[in-house]
């Protein structure tokens, strides 16, 4: 059966019944009242930071509200281990954050994160740092160099191949993430000087999507236990003008994520894809685990590893 059907009869029944009512519709209700927005993703052996913003309307698309007179404290169990410092970054396209000074989270330990901020409900949220699990091979195989027609740029195309074992009793969510590193140079006295570098994320295709992988929205896939049974190649290309750039290394970065931080960006992305779609597009609900506000707050630790494209 066709799934518009419904959808598109409902559609159809509301607007006659609509066309049928004696008093008209009043769509004007006021909007909830804004709550606190908290990200932090976290990691063992780094500082823990938190950015904290003000909800607002899925209509409202002025800039975002960064909250930065909100006291932050990290907790474990009833100890409060420390209260986070504000830090306003010199970049103006980076918001402020509030961060850790002495403290640094460790794998498999239950933190807590209180904010408070004047005019908000206080909110709390609570996750942990799953073990690692460690990257057992990477490879780069077929390196094989074009000229994009008409045009002065080289295209590089290359297969990567990724191996980690997944412990088959244990539920885990993974962020699998590939990183291409572009220098930027120029010729000084017949050397080479590299006067720039830039990491790019690889983008996956929205089309391998299901209920066990997902192409995260700021790239890289998402993974729940072992979807591909350890086949992990994957095929792509990077452009490069050779007049000012060189290709470089290729990074992996193999994160064990949290059911928090898994759940929270699959659904993100899920999201992104959906509004791609138009009117029609399949709803998805944002997850959440602040309590009494929205965002995420989750841990997540790190297998990493790096490979020259080309000599």
Not at 140 to 169: A, C, G, W
């Amino acid at each position: 059966m066709n799934r518009l059907f419904p959808l598109i009869s409902g559609f159809l029944i509301l607007l006659l019944s609509a066309s049928t009512c004696e008093e008209d519709l009043d769509f004007n209700q006021p909007d909830p009242a804004p709550k606190l927005v908290v990200i932090s993703n976290f990691t063992n052996d780094r500082a823990l930071q938190v950015q904290v913003t003000r909800s607002r309307s899925v209509l409202d698309n002025s800039p975002e509200e960064y909250i930065s007179n909100a006291r932050v404290w990290l907790m474990e169990g009833d100890l409060t281990l420390e209260e986070l410092k504000l830090v306003i970054p010199q970049n103006t396209k980076e918001g402020p954050y509030f961060t850790t000074v002495s403290s640094r989270p460790e794998v498999g330990v239950d933190y807590t994160i209180r904010v408070e901020a004047p005019g908000f409900e206080t909110v709390e949220a609570q996750s942990s740092i799953p073990p690692k699990i460690n990257l057992t091979a990477f490879r780069i195989d077929k390196i094989e160099m074009e000229q994009v027609p008409e045009s002065s740029l080289e295209r590089y195309y290359f297969t990567v191949s990724v191996s980690f074992h997944d412990n088959p009793d244990e539920r885990n969510y993974y962020h699998l993430i590939l990183y291409q590193k572009i220098n930027d140079y120029i010729e000084l006295d017949g050397d080479t000087v590299i006067v720039d570098s830039r990491l790019y994320p690889v983008y996956f295709s929205k089309s391998i999507n299901s209920n066990y992988i997902t192409a995260h929205l700021s790239g890289g896939l998402l993974l729940e236990d072992d979807p591909l049974n350890g086949n992990y190649t994957f095929r792509f290309s990077a452009d490069i003008d050779p007049e000012m750039q060189l290709i470089s290394k290729l990074f992996v970065d193999l994160r064990t994520v949290s059911d928090d931080y898994y759940f929270y960006y699959r659904s993100l992305s899920r999201i992104k894809d959906a509004d791609n779609g138009g009117f029609f597009g399949d709803p998805v609900i944002l997850y959440n685990n602040i309590l009494n506000g929205h965002g995420n707050f989750a841990g997540f630790s790190q297998s990493q590893d790096s490979l020259l494209v080309v000599n």
